[in-house]
């Protein structure tokens, strides 16, 4: 893959951060340690913030301060949140006194909000001054903050929020217009507690490469950047995915995530599910006479269960991933139900119609599915419809209800719906048996 | 979640944009043909492409030119892609000539290439002139270019890329320098050909907000941007989500997706599955004469088989992730295995416990699960340590398996691992039996 992308040549530095995460901690600090500075620079401001704290905790302490201090201030805060509690003082310490203080203001914001991603650096300028002035207000502070803000805030004096400009706005103005007249005031904000993942469909849904955060007043409290956004949506999805696949999402990469925490992360919702998986064995039992005079029927169990399974982990893929985006909203809930009905349906038509002929174009059905096998094979048929179509209907169902319960959807969505599926699937099977069967194998 | 965006207050346009794709059809062309042309442009540019798309073929023939000529030049060809084959030549030709050449230029690219994803517009400079020049020559010619390019890319007499300057450098530099003494040369670029999903990683890990695409002989063919990546990472993320589903990745939102499309989508991955997981019913078959004579082991088979598949998903969401980002490397498989070999042991032994006390402390044990409930429970036991560990290694390795087979890691991998564990979970599980329980109940 990264062989496509080009660099001239490809140099040691080039290397080393291309296998940096394949390395071991001793290794990653001895060949980061043995850089020249400016090298040493661009791997650090470049590197993800879990590996960003795992150097600097590994440095000498003389060395800490200076690399500390190279960091744009909302990724100090993202640093100092991936330290251990007992030792946050100890490097907020290295800070000066003005970072320490707007850093600690970062810190109160969770990780994941808008005030958490936001930037507190940024340039504002006032309605009453003309271009010229501000241009050479620009020239003068604009190399105090971070590069990757192209737009200036205007502020009245209580730091309310009442205009945007943009660098290339005011290049192009003429020197004696005054910043108030040609300012953008019909603007996007987001509010300082907003989640990220609600920051980030803001940011897709627009072209600007930052969005003013403020709080409750409209008083400008930073910006998020559209290169902190990137990030952010990558983390958004990545939880979702774990969660989907039954886990609790991981706070770091895979590597430096330990072994322990790692099992703790997937052994909770593993046994949970376990637990919830239990009922079948107590659903089986109830037709333990069932089996016993038809072996037959405890063939197609697994085949039964899975098939709901499926099908409920699709459709409730499907929809978490839709509501994740805004596509579907929680009061479209009777459109998904009456669409994934229809889905449902004809899913379980296509599994039923294979399944039915699977059986009766079997070489040597009698011998594997007795004599009755026409009256199996319709059993089969009729179950693999009705369980089908429940696990569309539960697994789209599923996400509606965790999200009416303030749960995130993404929660084990895939095998909580294959659990409800296999024990309800057990139901359906034995009861869809009783019905076809009673008189003849039952 | 919407009501935390402030807006000073919520106008008849930021409620259309926020219901779009709730409204039918036939609605959203009627409430868009109804607004201002100032909010109608709002509302058109920060549209997805396939409500783009619906919209200019719904509108009426004289309104389409000047819709279609609004749109910057990638967004017009994502336009044209999304439009039947039959109707593009009829559109392109509503395009200025040059629009329509570069447009072509743009089509040769798969869309979801750095090729498909860039601008052919962007700022071009000379090495040779000076800071004053450049600037009046971006003032005289940025107008015309997408707003959010926010770098001038240097290039000799044969287009080959030399330098990148930013404009604010340029504003910061004093007149009469060259443009080739202050340009950055140590520059990161992209080959036309390269995946969207490998642009993003790079994005992700740089602080640019666009980045040069190149051809490979180094000539610069356009520029890709942050929020066209930021989409492209959204829509990457729900491709895989997809797949891991176990479904075909859709290419337009929920709701656009026809129900035939839909159903095709889903139809052609679970009838897979469902073949698949006919292997379960041979197995099975293998074992009935074990079930006649010991039904009790007929009532933990979705147990066991669901524990190997939950251990299965887990572990291949996680990988196919991991690898997704770049975290985990081809090369890195055995490591990968060996964790996952450890952290299956653990889950094994943690459900199995759980399994075996499940029984040895049932109240009625002796009446649901006979006298040798005690081998049973051993059985099970030791039964879950396999299935799991078998489950969480199959799951870790299969998506090495479909990279090296150069196939999609996320490709229906959960349920596929799902399916894979099944069948040779029955296996394992009789297998122990068999073991345990010859000479009592078997």
Avoid at 342 to 357: K, M, Y
Avoid at 366 to 383: D, M, N, P, Q, R
Wanted: aromatic share 8%; proline share 4%.
């Amino acid at each position: 893959m990264s062989d496509e992308v080009i660099s001239p040549e490809l140099t040691p530095l080039d290397e080393l951060k291309l296998h940096w995460n394949e390395l071991h901690v001793e290794d990653r600090v001895a060949r980061f340690t043995a850089l020249q500075r400016d090298d040493a620079e661009e791997v650090f401001l470049n590197l993800e913030t879990a590996y960003q704290a795992e150097l600097i905790q590994n440095l000498s302490p003389n060395l800490r301060r200076s690399w500390i201090r190279m960091l744009p201030l909302d990724d100090t805060a993202d640093l100092i949140q991936h330290l251990p509690i007992e030792e946050r003082d100890y490097y907020l310490s290295l800070l000066d006194l003005d970072t320490k203080r707007e850093v600690i203001g970062l810190l109160a914001y969770a990780e994941d909000d808008a005030g958490g991603l936001m930037t507190p650096h940024f340039i504002r300028l006032r309605p009453d001054m003309n271009v010229e002035v501000a241009i050479r207000y620009l020239r003068a502070h604009s190399k105090h903050h971070e590069q990757t803000i192209y737009y200036c805030y205007v502020v009245d004096p209580n730091q309310h929020l009442i205009g945007v400009i943009s660098f290339r706005e005011l290049l192009l103005a003429k020197p004696g217009q005054l910043v108030g007249k040609i300012m953008k005031t019909d603007l996007i904000t987001v509010l300082d507690t907003l989640d990220q993942e609600e920051v980030a469909k803001i940011f897709s849904e627009q072209r600007f490469s930052a969005i003013p955060v403020v709080d409750s007043e409209n008083k400008l409290k930073g910006v998020v950047t559209y290169d902190d956004i990137a990030h952010a949506i990558q983390k958004e999805a990545t939880e979702d995915i774990q969660k989907i696949g039954g886990m609790e999402a991981l706070t770091l990469p895979y590597w430096q995530t330990g072994f322990f925490t790692m099992l703790r992360k997937r052994a909770g919702w593993l046994t949970g599910l376990f637990v919830g998986e239990m009922f079948t064995t107590t659903a089986m039992s109830h037709y333990e006479q069932a089996i016993e005079r038809a072996v037959v029927l405890a063939l197609f169990i697994p085949l039964i269960i899975s098939s709901g399974g499926n099908s409920g982990s699709q459709a409730s893929t499907l929809i978490v991933r839709a509501m994740a985006l805004g596509e579907v909203t929680l009061s479209q809930w009777w459109r998904v139900l009456y669409r994934e009905v229809g889905s449902g349906l004809a899913l379980g038509l296509i599994l039923g119609t294979v399944g039915v002929l699977r059986i009766l174009l079997w070489p040597n059905r009698e011998a594997v599915f007795g004599s009755h096998y026409e009256l199996v094979a319709i059993t089969l048929g009729a179950s693999l419809i009705g369980v089908v179509l429940w696990g569309a209907t539960a697994g789209a169902m599923l996400p509606f209800a965790l999200r009416k319960l303030k749960l995130d959807p993404a929660s084990a969505s895939a095998p909580l719906v294959a659990t409800l599926v296999d024990v309800t699937g057990i139901v359906i099977y034995f009861s869809v048996a009783k019905l076809f069967l009673t008189g003849t194998l039952l």
